[in-house]
């Protein structure tokens, strides 16, 4: 998936799947925060079958894109010839140029009226779900390839990047076949929902960890996908839900109470969890809460921050107002299981392989799932 995504896990994405193969038996995988699906995508590809879920409608659309569309020759010859037939259509300037080209910066008019025109005609048509699904990814990430932000869209750039001025095309998202273990599924809902609602054999947990709400970071996502035209606010444009639409998980104060929750309810015998240093738990309290499901196991690694936050902190008049703190930060990928049994050991074992390997490339395994 080749959206820029604050948080996504590209880096840590083989490893993962590799400490999956070692929690076996493991058919069923629960990425309860999907995101782009990136680790969604990774697992099918493994042959899992994968439960995503993630409470943005522009989340939910790239996971049944990628996690849950069969990627059968029909479906892709049908998006195939719904791509070429979209990427035909004249410019028609509407709400999308008018926000976020006209009164915003994030995409070039000429991009946005393609944005517009496009968008209408996939509301006009009558597609099932699967398929509206990935001509939508593919418009999101023709939109994306041309933006001109720093990867997040709670501002845009002062000046035009460079690939703004390409014209936007539409190309076929690379949707894999089903999986061995079964058809995955896309949800929309609150974690605390899915939780109760979704039962797997690993559990991948990857939550918001600041303040900053994934809604605002990417309103131009959720505003394309669901198309509902809303009342904006401020220079970013951003939706007026964004300001009734808080996460608990974005709240200092309530961060540890809704994870806890999360941590003792969720149905799976596993647990992988991502989260960095920039959280609002630290490593020790990270451990303590995991350790009530289990043994943890934590793999540390150093990573450089987004480019917008080492570029500095601006005022709305491009003026430089704050100074960067640090441009490292560490991520961490804890692996929990149950005190019983071999699954830890041989995901420790793969850890420690992870940190003797210099490079930082996980080791190439060959488990296979489900047995």
Excluded at 51 to 60: I, M
Aim: glycine share 6%; with cysteine.
């Amino acid at each position: 998936m080749p959206i820029k995504y604050l948080g996504s896990k590209r880096q840590f994405v083989p490893l993962i799947a590799d400490i999956v193969e070692q929690l076996r038996p493991a058919c069923t995988v629960l990425d309860l925060f999907s995101g782009t699906s990136r680790v969604g995508d990774a697992l099918k590809r493994r042959q899992y079958r994968v439960l995503a879920n993630d409470y943005l409608a522009c989340g939910e659309a790239i996971a049944r894109c990628y996690v849950e569309a069969d990627g059968t020759s029909e479906q892709l010859r049908q998006a195939r010839l719904l791509i070429e037939e979209f990427n035909r259509l004249p410019p028609a300037p509407g709400y999308f140029t008018e926000v976020f080209c006209e009164r915003s910066r994030y995409l070039q008019p000429k991009n946005g009226a393609r944005v517009d025109a496009i968008r209408e005609e996939i509301e006009r048509k009558d597609l099932d779900p699967e398929l509206r699904a990935i001509v939508l990814v593919s418009l999101m990430e023709a939109a994306d390839r041309v933006d001109s932000t720093t990867g997040v869209q709670m501002a845009y750039l002062k000046k035009w990047a460079p690939r703004a001025f390409n014209d936007l095309e539409l190309r076929l998202p690379e949707v894999a076949p089903r999986a061995a273990a079964g058809k995955g599924r896309a949800h929309r809902m609150d974690a605390a929902e899915a939780v109760d609602a979704l039962e797997a054999d690993v559990a991948y947990l990857d939550p918001p960890y600041n303040q900053h709400s994934f809604l605002g970071n990417y309103h131009v996502w959720e505003s394309l996908v669901l198309w509902d035209k809303p009342e904006h606010y401020g220079v970013a444009c951003k939706r007026v839900d964004c300001k009734q639409r808080k996460s608990d998980f974005n709240s200092k104060r309530k961060f540890r109470a809704a994870w806890e929750r999360i941590v003792e309810r969720v149905r799976a015998p596993h647990l992988i969890v991502s989260f960095s240093d920039e959280g609002f738990l630290d490593r020790s309290e990270m451990e303590a809460i995991l350790a009530r499901r289990g043994e943890v196991r934590v793999i540390e690694s150093d990573y450089r921050r987004y480019v917008g936050a080492r570029i500095g902190v601006f005022n709305p008049s491009g003026e430089r107002v704050g100074r960067v703190s640090h441009l490292r930060n560490k991520e961490y990928l804890y692996v929990v299981s149950p005190r019983s049994g071999d699954q830890l050991s041989r995901a420790g074992d793969l850890i420690a392989q992870r940190r003797r390997t210099r490079s930082g490339t996980p080791v190439e395994l060959r488990a296979a799932p489900c047995m």
